[in-house]
């Protein structure tokens, strides 16, 4: 049986009479610009008539990439100001879209929006297009997923949770068959990292934007890194930790003790080694605030279910999910920044470690409630880094349970 047709691509175009801005920029309220192009466009766009015929042609992009997303346009859930045109290095327009739009992306399984602009000084036209980026389970995947079904009603239940209504029930299927590549391709490299010497570590492992940990360094609070179950989270950090000799015994995970035990003493015995530390999650608080007090750094692994008093329930992906709350306390407590780290395994075969821009503090009267917002933020960059390279995500965990542990 022939696999069902859908759509590779999104289609968007608008059209738009530059006498229209015109009217706008001499007329209107300068504020009303703002609401609808960044402060680098409207300085991109230069002054005297061409200002006019620039920003036309950049307010039919926005709209045509609006369209792209009809449903969430209807909504007002996205709008022009979620889609900035800059030019790239070779000076042609290119589309950088916001966090919110970037997200929508990632969800429909969209690739960069591509836009193509033409204007004659009295009408501006524009077209984008994004193309839908299809997962590639391989042959172990695809076997895995209908001989060794492990966990696969709970695989299949929370990636719909996620993607359902977005994407066709067909591309689901093969996230959850290059999942379970993913995860098979992860034992084999944790077997084999014993026999690999210093050198080759280092050389699996790629570090991008460890300027903003380094950034979080000087401001003298210790570090609290945010992380979860993406990529080859065992090998990556003995790998990572090689180019960086200057915090050896300076990075510590916080974890519970892993089954069997033969195994949890492995991984620590690898750990301790490589010159990272682990604090277990039980009775951890003291050792964590004396981590942070000597400037170390301390990771959190935050993206599974928190039973009991060690929960809030917050959104994830739009449900309600329990929450370690333990990240939000020691943050609001001891002023330490939380950075956003996670780890997958690039096109080229390398590990990549990634850091982004440590998260601002979000203060309340109402300590609970700070507790909360900041852990719903702590979601919202969990789900980014999900939505990025999703089949390297542990889908295998039943991550949305109500407060009694049952499945939601």
Known sequence: MSEPTQ??????????????????????????LRKIFASDELADAGEGASRAVSLA???????????????????????????????????NPS??????????????RLGDIEISLAQDGERADAVAVASLVRAAPGAAGRL??????????????????????????????RLAQASYGHFARLIWEFACLSVLSEKAKSSLVRVENDQAIRRAHELGHGILILTGHFGNWELIGVAAIVQFPQYRDRFHFLRKPLRPALLDAMVKRRFRRAGLGVIESKGSLYKIIDALAASDAVAFVMDQH?????????????????????????????????????????????????????????????????????????????????????????WMHNRWKAADGSTL
């Open 7 to 32: 759509p590779r691509t999104r289609r968007g175009s608008d059209s738009i009479e530059v006498k229209r801005i015109a009217r706008l920029l001499s007329e209107g309220d300068p504020e009303d």
């Open 306 to 394: 928190a039973g009991g008093r060690d929960g809030v329930s917050v959104d994830f992906f739009g449900v309600p999910a329990n929450t370690f709350r333990s990240l939000a306390i020691i943050a609001l407590q001891t002023g330490a920044p939380v950075v956003p780290c996670a780890a997958y395994r690039d096109r080229d075969g390398k590990h990549v470690l990634q850091f982004d821009e440590a998260l601002p503090a979000i203060g309340h009267d109402d300590p609970n409630e700070a507790i909360r917002l900041n852990t719903r933020a702590y979601n919202e960059a969990l789900e980014r880094m999900v939505l990025r390279h999703p089949e390297q995500w542990f």
């Open 95 to 108: 589309i950088v879209p916001s966090r919110r739009a970037q997200r929508l992306l990632d969800q429909y």
């Open 57 to 91: 042609a950049r307010f039919a992009a926005k709209e045509a990439c609006l369209k792209i997303f009809p449903r969430e346009r209807e909504l007002k859930e996205i709008e022009l100001a979620d889609f900035s045109v800059r030019r790239n290095g070779h000076g």
């Open 144 to 173: 895995i997923y209908h001989l060794l079904p492990v966990r696969r009603r709970t695989i299949m239940r929370n990636l719909r949770r996620v993607f359902g209504g977005k994407i066709p029930d067909e591309e689901i299927v």
